[in-house]
């Protein structure tokens, strides 16, 4: 007798699978046994033994806690979007966002749930007040239920809801669900999904669903699911089909549109058992016990469903055998993920794009533990189209598979590193993009220890979808963009195709100075580094900081050269950094000989004309201007014949 796996409906010896389910052995026999009296040196009951002490005690297995719990409706929510744009001019410059994009235009509405189609390209939110916003784009005239025959908007408030505070909405690509605080179900877009009389483009209440009590939705392209988390009852309804889990066995599923799904006696019998969650996809549904067991039925493509290659389809509801302490579960389009006690993950499906996270492309037909998630516990999972995101109890967004838009694939783990200064608190996928809640965090949020770390994860751009790169070759190579206009690829990103083309500038002229055009390049348009010292007592600058020279320094200058020794094509005149000429320029000794007058700008210098140095040093008159003492002595007068000074300054 065991007593240590009780917490999960059959333990691991009593598993059971498909229709030859043995629950005459099970914990549901076990549960009417009375324990021995408990030893209070041992430590503290687990929640299936006092359940086993107490038959009237309601066991319930529950994911793990948040690190913080979100607040709804007392702390500021960010909203992040990214991948498609859907509609165009949801995002600036009607582009798509490759990293996730804050939605300003949503934080301020205060979102803190959030759903999306994920076989379609419309999403919902409840923000302030319990209102319920919507934006996307549908092929269902109606599905957004703004009255209208819209099929695309930005977000924009439904104001059929805006006198029902909605507590949670669901959607499909051609219908949407939501229920409000008074437990009342609405209902909108196709009439085959809503079994309304008529495709609706506004809410209607779903009459056969009201006054049971429901809680949850759960939304498809061929179904819904609606429960309570405290009732044993699932009620499924839309296009009739094995996914609603209303047949005995023999796999028709009948032509019942609406109804309760059928569990074994021994289940629906038993007041200890509840249905927690739910979640649907195309043709199959999944189903979690208080107790963590997992079902499922409808269609098994691709090993889906979890049960087996076996199995092909199967309207009764088969109890996977693999599988203990489940809290959560997804269903995607071909894959399924779900989540136990511990935060391990455990996948099943189609392979193709590592959607599974195994590091491998195989199709699984019974769920695998996500080894590379081993040494990280998960608080929530979301299977969508090609990819899965999960969640980490500090707020951590984690995926692999296949991205959007850019086609990049992760074969493991990849961290969101744009989001570490933020703690996600939700995420959902639509066909094509992806939208995530979560708030300012006081410090970044540390790095989880994932085993297989993608490339990705490193840098972002180094892997590129083999599909984009061979659009890319095709329109260089054979389209008329790229032969006879002579354009090169330079990305493409799902629809859009960017282009480059690099052409000579015939106009353009190298800057050329000196006497005649000699071909002496200009010096440099930067100047040089602000610590360092040209010339003068402070020593000259590094051997190798050369600044258009050529040959051997002149025996005055400061050990560089600045315009190099062929800046002197005149015999008289001669350009010297660093000598001791008496006179400075911007930290530099310079000495200046020219055959005609010059002119002198801020600093102490020594101008002569034709006369000899020794004449020079003697002709110096020193004057004051701007705080620098400057002598003109102009070319070719004697010092008694000088002109006079111009404009009164001062001697």
Known sequence: YDTQNLNQFGGHKYGAYGSQLNFDNSAVKDSQRQLGAHDPNQQSLTESQMSLQDPNRKMKLKPLKWDKPLKPGKQKTQIFIWGKARPPNMFPAASDQITPWHADVLSKKKIWDVCAAREGHHCFGIGQNDWCFVWGETKQVGALGLGTNARATTPFLVRALRKQRVKQACCSAIHSLCITDQLVIYGWGSKALTLLDSDSKEPQPLNFLNGKGLKKLAAANTHSIAWN??????????????????????????????????????????????????????????????????????????????????????????????????VLCSAGSFHSGFVDTEGHVYTCGVGADFRLGHGDKETLWEPRLVDSCKNIQVCQIECVDARTFVITPQGNLIMWGKEPVTGRTHSGPFLYEYLNAYRIYDICGASDFCVAIGIRAKEPIPKPNVDNVSVDAMNPNVQVDNMNRLIGDVIQNYHQIGTEQQFEVDSVYSTFVKVKKTTPDESHQPQLVGKGGQGIPAPPMTAPPVNAVYGGNAGGPPPNAVYGGGGGMAPNMGGSQYGGMGMNPMQQQQMAMGGGGGSQYGGSQMQMGYGGPQQAYGSQMNFGGGAPPQQQQQQQQPMQYGGSQMSFNNGGYPPQQQPPQQGGWPQ
């Open 229 to 326: 988390g405290n009732s044993i009852e699932v009620h499924a309804f839309g296009i009739p089909g094995p996914w609603l889990g209303q047949d005995d066995g023999d796999g028709g599923g009948g032509n019942n549109r609406y109804g309760v799904m059928k569990f074994d006696a021994q289940i629906t019998g038993n007041d200890g058992f509840s249905c927690t969650m739910c979640s649907c996809s195309s043709q199959y549904s999944l189903v979690v016990l208080n107790t963590g067991y997992v079902g499922a039925c409808g269609v098994n493509e691709h090993g889906r469903m979890g049960v087996g290659a076996k199995v092909q389809a199967s309207a009764k509801v088969i109890w996977n055998r693999s599988l203990q302490n489940v």
